[in-house]
């Protein structure tokens, strides 16, 4: 594909709100996760994002209130990022700017407390209770689209954990083919029962903070998060960008074609979705300077990813995982460590895996474990998804 | 503008059991009546999955792979772009039940296939495929936006692309808030208009799509023969039947699906 620039960018987790915090965060090794005490779990860690509960949607949107659609609204609204697609609207029109967002569990926590409260003879759910509003995967796309005032193509991508990794795929096609001038992508997932009561029945929550790449590692610390990116084709504007010259050069995308939720075995799906990207972005592997991790920090998925990043780089690129501070955000892991990356190529730096006392032995990619100041002009970031979905986004500066 | 062909469609949903048999009812040759929409265990799934496999699945997977044998390809070769508007409401509400209850513990089978890609998981497993595969979900405009996603995918891409949309209704107490009336699901295997399409079968239908500000008229996008017609809001997969119903006749057509904000725009040539 041709470079789309990242006319804009904002990220939220349980390190901070928007781009200062969340590089101090990382500079300085602090963590954002902390012991369960979310919907009845008190079990495991979390990275939950400070201020969820006490922050107000539009009232024109309050029928949208829940969670999720709160995260994405407190997104929108950090680092100028609904400010910048304004002026791309009044630049474009609002019938040309497009939404392309991922989530994979979208509002369910307010049907989670709906179901709570259903009507103790009829069964039925609350009266009050908006589904379109704020389960219905529509939820998070109609919510961006009517807070930023656009009117272009919209849509929800809900492909689990490769969720908001997998619409920069989909947003790429639609600006190729002219059906959008430009497209806010990114998505937001939320705290919720569901996703920390699943995870802890399939065994995979790790009883203390996450340590992606140890080799005592012993499952996810979850996460929430919403980030989104505001994509412009470069050959149709030169303005300026949200780090200088800061483009996608690069998607790809694969299934493992395997299991509904367990790595393929010689990891041949995130492979193929690395060299995809690569392949897109006309880059050769030595091109790449670091590579952020999907590191979830479960023994299986780790483990599968070392196999890959070795098989397409080998053990000369450094890699690590940002699980470590922000815990695994589900759907919005994508653009938050996209997010992450744009921080690592503006300041030239690699943040080391936290927490880690040993790599994994068997490991044969270059694991980084502490923080380093390097050259850092292209990153790729990988997301992998229940049901062997991969996906690769490569970030760099084209000046 | 989007130019695609079409290569390979299929529909199942009341009184439309196939595409075999469904383009008489499309083309008016024959009247339509109720017949509830029954599809298969999949074949293509190993037995413990295909007796696991739900409607949702079974639905999908029917009509992919009547589609994709039609326009003659092997079943592994196109990318694949899915679409639904509800998910798979009976893991859903099986999950949220078992949350509600006291003990709150949840099955791990269940969790894993409550992700809103499992039925494009299903598939590609099926079909031993390593292709991409996205799953896409927009509420009752669900149609247009796969349709649109899928046909910029295919002509961008310049590859073979299934598109696979299909929905049921969910249990109560969630289908009273979110009303599915029958199950539905539509596929069409998309080429690149530009691009030779080999081995492949010619066209059945060429499609120009593009997307514009305003929404459409309701109705201006409604099915015209009488018994697709009284389909067309009881489930967002079958807003689909416009378009099927221009394939079935080899005739041109022009319409526009609401979606979002704005309207997809759907011209249809022989």
Not at chain 1, 293 to 299: A, E, K, P, S, V
Not at chain 2, 217 to 243: D, I, Q
Not at chain 2, 256 to 267: D, K, N, T
Request: hydrophobic share 45%.
């Amino acid at each position: 594909m041709r470079p789309l620039a990242i006319r804009a960018l904002s990220a939220i987790s349980a390190i901070g709100r928007g781009a200062e915090p969340m590089f101090d965060a990382l500079s300085n090794r602090r963590g954002g996760l902390s012991p369960c005490d979310f919907a009845g779990v008190t079990s495991g860690w979390i990275g939950r994002v400070p201020g969820v509960e006490s922050h107000a949607v539009p009232p024109r949107l309050a029928h949208f209130d829940c969670r999720n659609n709160r995260l994405a609204d407190m997104a929108l609204h950090t680092d100028g990022f609904a400010a910048r697609v304004a002026e791309a609207r009044a630049r474009l029109g609002a019938d040309r700017i497009g939404v392309v967002v991922g989530t994979s569990t979208s509002g369910v926590g307010a049907l989670e407390d709906a179901y709570v409260a259903r009507d103790p003879v009829s069964g039925a759910l609350p009266p009050d209770f908006d589904f379109v509003h704020t389960h219905d995967l529509s939820s998070l796309a109609s919510y961006v689209r009517e807070a930023l005032d656009l009117a272009g193509p919209a849509l929800t991508v809900s492909a689990a954990c490769a969720s908001s990794a997998r619409c920069f795929v989909d947003a790429a096609h639609f600006i190729e083919t002219g059906v959008c001038d430009a497209v806010v992508v990114g998505g937001a997932d939320s705290l919720c029962g569901m996703t920390l009561r699943g995870f802890a029945s399939l065994g995979l929550v790790s009883p203390r903070a996450c340590r992606p790449c140890d080799t005592a590692r012993d499952g996810v610390s979850i996460g929430e998060a919403a980030g989104f990116a505001l994509l412009e084709p470069l050959w149709t504007n030169s303005g300026r960008t949200a780090v200088p010259g800061l483009a996608v050069l690069g998607t790809g995308s694969s299934s493992d074609a395997h299991h509904m939720s367990a790595p393929h075995p010689e990891a041949l799906g995130a492979v193929l979705a690395m060299r995809a990207a690569l392949a897109d972005a006309g880059l050769a592997p030595e091109a790449i300077d670091y590579v952020n991790l999907h590191g979830t920090g479960t023994r299986a998925n780790d483990a599968m990813e070392d196999r890959a990043v070795m098989t397409v780089f080998g053990s000369g690129v450094p890699g690590s995982a940002t699980k470590g501070w922000t815990g695994h955000t589900m759907g919005s892991s994508g653009i938050l460590e996209l997010a992450i990356s744009a921080l690592c190529i503006e300041h030239d730096m690699v943040p080391g895996c936290l927490a880690v006392d040993e790599v994994d032995p068997s490991f044969e990619a270059l694991v980084v474990t502490v923080n380093e100041h390097r050259t850092v002009r292209r990153v790729i970031s990988n997301s992998f998804g229940f049901g062997g979905i991969n996906c690769s986004l490569i970030l760099g500066r084209t000046s | 503008m989007i130019r695609v062909n079409v290569l390979g469609v299929s529909v199942l949903g009341p009184g439309l059991p196939g595409w075999v048999d469904s383009v008489p009812i499309l083309t008016g040759v024959q009247d339509w009546t109720y017949a509830e929409a029954i599809p298969p265990p999949p074949a293509l799934l190993p037995a413990n999955e295909r007796r696991r496999a739900g409607l949702l699945i079974r639905l999908a997977m029917a009509v992919a792979e009547e589609a994709v044998a039609m326009a003659g390809i092997p079943l592994n070769v196109p990318r694949g772009v899915f679409a639904c508007s509800n998910g798979d409401g009976v893991v859903l509400d099986a999950i949220l039940r078992s949350m509600a209850a006291p003990e709150g513990q949840i099955s791990p089978t269940l969790f894993h296939n409550s992700v809103h890609n499992a039925v494009a998981a299903n598939w590609m497993i099926g079909v031993g495929s390593m292709r991409p595969a996205t799953s896409i979900g927009m509420h009752d405009d669900t149609f247009a936006a796969g349709l649109l996603k899928a046909a910029a995918e295919a002509a961008h891409e310049g590859e073979m692309l299934l598109f696979c949309t299909y929905d049921a209704p969910m249990p109560e107490p969630l289908n009273a808030k979110r009303v599915t009336a029958f199950p539905f699901a539509v596929a069409l295997v998309m080429a690149p208009a530009d691009v030779p399409s080999g081995e492949a079968r010619p066209p059945l239908a060429r499609l120009t799509l593009r997307y514009a500000g305003g929404r459409s008229e309701p109705e201006a996008w409604f099915p015209k023969m009488p018994g697709p017609r009284s389909l067309v809001t009881g489930n967002p997969a079958a807003r689909g039947l416009r378009l099927l119903e221009a394939i079935a006749s080899g005739s041109a057509d022009r319409f526009a699906l609401p979606l979002a904000g704005g309207r997809v725009e759907v011209e249809v040539t022989p």
